[in-house]
């Protein structure tokens, strides 16, 4: 059986203001937003979507909350960009806390991360394929 990823889900206080937070730092556009704000998806080939905290936890039982003065949790999202200096400077812009500054990899890749309102970790690197 083969099976694919469908999606990246962050949970968040307030779904309809983190999906205008990465329209602002990262120029990503809104999908659909369902009714009572419940749900915010965001377009793209793996799609992006914001459920508020209080919807999730009616259905799962607990889990970390990402905020912005704790330490991030173990995952990041990763945000391409052919000019990787610019698309920081505006997320940091935008409110994004700066984490690592742009730097390049041995691999040629530059990269650099911020962590978004909540507190997420957010790579934004230039487009890289494995060899």
Same mark, same amino acid.
């Not at 508020?52 to 909350?65: A, D, G, I, M």
């Not at 530059?110 to 909540?118: A, I, M």
């Given at each position: 059986?083969? /099976?694919?990823?469908? %999606?990246? +889900? ?16 990262? %120029? ?20 992006? %979507? ?21 330490? #991030?949790?173990?995952?990041? +999202? +990763?945000? /391409? ?13 935008? %409110? ?5 500054? #742009?730097?390049d990899m041995?691999?040629g890749q ?9 507190g997420v ?11």
């Open positions: 059986m083969k /099976t694919g990823l469908g %999606g990246v +889900i962050v949970y968040v206080p307030d779904a309809v203001e983190a999906a205008a937070f990465y329209e602002r730092a990262f %120029g990503f556009e809104r999908k659909f937003v369902a009714d009572g704000n419940d749900y915010c998806e965001m377009q793209g080939d793996v799609p992006l %979507g914001f459920v508020r905290e209080e919807f999730v936890q009616q259905h799962l039982p607990e889990f970390v909350k990402n905020r912005p003065g704790a330490r #991030p949790a173990g995952f990041e +999202i +990763i945000v /391409t960009s052919k000019d990787v200096d610019a698309a920081f400077a505006r997320a940091v812009q935008a %409110g994004a806390a700066p984490v690592a500054e #742009p730097h041995p691999w530059r990269v650099s991360y911020v962590r978004d309102l909540n970790l957010v790579e934004i690197c230039s487009p890289w394929s494995a060899p």
